[in-house]
């Protein structure tokens, strides 16, 4: 079970933020706070924003296809599924980390794989069916790249509402 789909390793954008249109902007800003829960979301939305549903998903296709949008779907809680959630680091060399990314990023378990500079300098979340999933996954990992993994599970959950507006 993997609570996204992202699989990629992150570095600042270098270049400047694209231009969006006022729909785009509105799209973007509204879907960060989530679908309503109905039999028609999409239209649901659509109606919100004064569009057709049609035109809503193709500029929500658009913007996925450009890479502006990394990843849409639903975000699960794998603690609260039965599952196991954790956090984790590694320190890899620069001239292994090409490298090591894609082992990584190949695991279903896997999500939201980043870059950071620090000494611990790769961070992703893995999420798995059960709890004990965490050390296996782990133990995979350290198997498959010859580096450790610096297991990191919450101690408290702290829900930030964090959004970004456009």
Known sequence: MSATTEHTTHRAPATPQ????ALERAIINRLQYGLPLTRTPYQDVADELGV???????????????????????????????????LAAMRIPDEAFQRVTEIVNRLPEVAHNYRREHDLNMWFVLATESPEGINEAIEQIETLTGYPVYNMPKEKEFHVHLHFEV
């Open 52 to 86: 057709s549903e049609n035109t809503l998903i193709q500029h929500l296709e658009a913007l996925l296809a450009q890479g502006i949008l990394t990843r849409f779907g639903p975000m699960f809680h794998a603690g609260e599924m039965g599952g196991g959630l954790t």
């Open 18 to 21: 694209p231009e969006f249109t």
